[in-house]
């Protein structure tokens, strides 16, 4: 079973993403509230960014994030490791993701 610490460091990895030289040029103007629900750990994180960086990444929960990604721990340790890809784990239910498609589409550039 996935531990909380394991999916601190995954979202730590996502965090770090939006300083990538290669992607912060994306996420110029980007200002989201987005959180990470993980059932089988029953806790949720939420990531705020603004203007393309990382504000803050708590473990909270708010009635109406931009963008609320529902997911397994152990299927975004999967995705983080590149064992399953965020669209397949998507499309087969295992990720399910609410938001703007715009900025479901920028996310998948995170995963």
């Not at 290669?22 to 509230?33: A, E, H, Q």
């Not at 997911?71 to 999967?78: E, K, N, S, V």
């Amino acid at each position: 079973m996935t531990t909380k610490k394991e999916i601190e460091d995954a979202l730590n990895i996502v965090k770090a993403k939006f300083d990538d030289p290669k992607l912060k040029p994306r996420f110029v103007g980007f200002s989201k509230n987005m959180q990470f629900t993980f059932p089988d750990l029953k806790t949720t994180y939420l990531m705020k960014v603004n203007n393309g960086a990382v504000q803050s990444l708590e473990e909270e929960s708010i009635p109406t994030p931009d963008i609320h990604v529902t997911i397994d721990g152990g299927i975004l340790i999967d995705i983080m490791n590149k064992k399953i890809n965020p669209m397949t784990a998507y499309q087969t239910g295992k990720l399910k993701a609410k938001g703007n498609l715009t900025d479901l589409l920028k996310l998948q550039k995170l995963l």
